[in-house]
Structure formats: structure tokens, C-alpha cells
């Protein structure tokens, strides 16, 4: 079972940071999930719409320039991180491990498929399946299908839809899908069993609890991100 560190290693370092990214490269870590944002011409490493639960900042972050987000106090006197730092920090640290990016703002798709095709120019290759881009919006997604289909992408799913896993599965596939990323609270037998016979790898999120971890372990989920990645690895 891969261990998908959530946000870094939020557990013990300032989520979504580079310390946080060093932090469960260190811990044993197969993955690294980071949420992005496009803004001001730059993809840039958050998870929330406002900037007071995890800086010293106030309002809403894609209200204010990139010049001053950089300003911040992202924690222990962390930035807030690129996406290009986060690669760079990865490759730096690590060769087996991978990364999950997250589209967290809306129109991130682009500039996020962009940013990997351009990599080979900044002198970076990139295994691209070291490289996973996952959204909770299906529509994101299907952008990522239209203009980098070699790409591989994972639906996060907060909730079944109307249809249930059988829906859910299908939504995945519309949009050539690699993986299911269902929130624990979700996660059946039947969800897996029907998830992983449609080709599909399910990580799920966010599981921290040791009786969980193992309990998720022995219904065969193929990764689980969780903010003690060690706990997974281990
Ligand atoms: O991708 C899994 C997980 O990160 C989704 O939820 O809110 O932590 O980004 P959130
Ligand atoms: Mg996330």
C-alpha cells in the first residue's frame, strides 16, 4: 500500500511547504500530495481560499499579488512555496518519489499540464508516472484529458454521487481516469472491489488513525494519503 504523504507531512511540518515536502521524503513517503492554485502567472502550493488559518495573512489568496504571498509566514518562518520549488525539492531529495498534484483553484489545468511539458526545456525529466494531477471538479479533469491525454488523473470524491460507486466509476472513466481518491468516510469493500475491476487504483484520504490505516490495508486500497506518512510506510 503506498503511503501518499497529505500535504506534505502535515502532521509534523507547516502544510503544503517545502519543509513539509523534505519532511515526508524523510519519513518514507512513496507520494507527496500538494494543492495548487493558479495565480498571477504563478502555480502556487495552498490549500484554502483565505490566508488566516495557516499565515499571517488575512483575505482571500488569489486576492492579493504573488509578491506578497511570498511575504508571508507560511509557518516556522516557511514561504509559500511554487510548484516548481516542489519538484525541484523532490528531485533533490528523492528519485522514487512522486507527486500528486492537486488542482485546487479553478483553471488550474492548463497552467499545471503546461508547467510539465515545459519541464524537459527547464533541463528537468520528469518521469510522467512519478506524476499524478487530481481534482475534486470532474470538468478540470476532462481539461486535463483534452490537452495532455497521456496524463494520469485521479477523482477526488468527497461524497458518492446520486448514483452511487457504479456513478462514481463511470465519471472516473469519462475522463480516462488512473485512480479513484475517495474520502475515508466513503470507502466500502464494494467501492474498492468495483474501483480496482474497472482498472482503477484507489488512494483514499485523509486516514491517520493506525486501527484505520490497517483496517484500509487488509480491504486492499492501493495508497492512502495521510498527514503521518510514516505511519503508512512503516
Ligand atoms: O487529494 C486528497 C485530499 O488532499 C483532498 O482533500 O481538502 O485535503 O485537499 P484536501
Ligand atoms: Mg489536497
Known amino acids: 500500500m503506498l503511503s501518499i504523504g497529505h500535504r506534505g507531512a502535515r502532521g509534523h511540518a507547516p502544510e503544503n511547504t517545502l519543509a513539509s515536502v523534505r519532511k515526508a521524503i524523510a519519513l518514507g513517503a512513496d507520494w507527496i500530495e500538494v494543492d495548487v492554485y493558479w495565480l498571477d502567472g504563478e502555480l502556487v502550493v495552498f490549500h484554502d481560499q483565505h490566508l488566516e488559518r495557516t499565515t499571517n495573512g488575512k483575505g482571500l489568496l488569489m486576492a492579493q499579488p504573488f509578491d506578497q504571498l511570498r511575504r508571508l509566514d507560511a509557518g516556522n518562518g516557511e514561504q509559500i512555496p511554487t ?60 481539461r486535463v484529458r483534452a490537452i495532455a491525454p497521456r496524463s494520469a ?41 468495483a474501483a480496482q475491476a474497472a482498472g482503477l487504483q484507489v488512494w483514499v484520504f485523509t486516514v491517520n488513525e493506525p486501527g484505520e490505516i490497517a483496517r484500509l490495508g487488509r480491504m486492499g486500497v492501493d495508497g492512502l494519503f495521510s498527514d503521518y506518512p510514516e505511519r503508512v510506510a512503516g
Not at 102 to 130: C, H, I, M, Y
Not at 159 to 167: M, N
Request: contains cysteine; hydrophobic residues 50%.
Open 83 to 142: 510548484l516548481a520549488e516542489v519538484f525541484a525539492t523532490v528531485a533533490a531529495g528523492s528519485e522514487r518519489v512522486g507527486i500528486n498534484v492537486e488542482l485546487k483553484g479553478l483553471g488550474t489545468a492548463e497552467p499545471v499540464v503546461r508547467f510539465l511539458q515545459a519541464g524537459p526545456l527547464r533541463g528537468e525529466v520528469w518521469d510522467l508516472s512519478r506524476v499524478v494531477l487530481s481534482c475534486f471538479r470532474w470538468d478540470e479533469l476532462a
Open 153 to 193: 488523473s485521479g477523482l477526488v470524491l468527497a461524497e458518492l454521487p446520486p448514483g452511487g460507486v457504479g456513478a462514481a466509476i463511470v465519471q472516473a472513466q469519462a475522463i480516462g481516469a488512473w485512480s479513484l481518491n475517495p474520502a475515508q468516510a466513503i470507502v466500502t469493500p464494494a467501492l474498492v472491489q
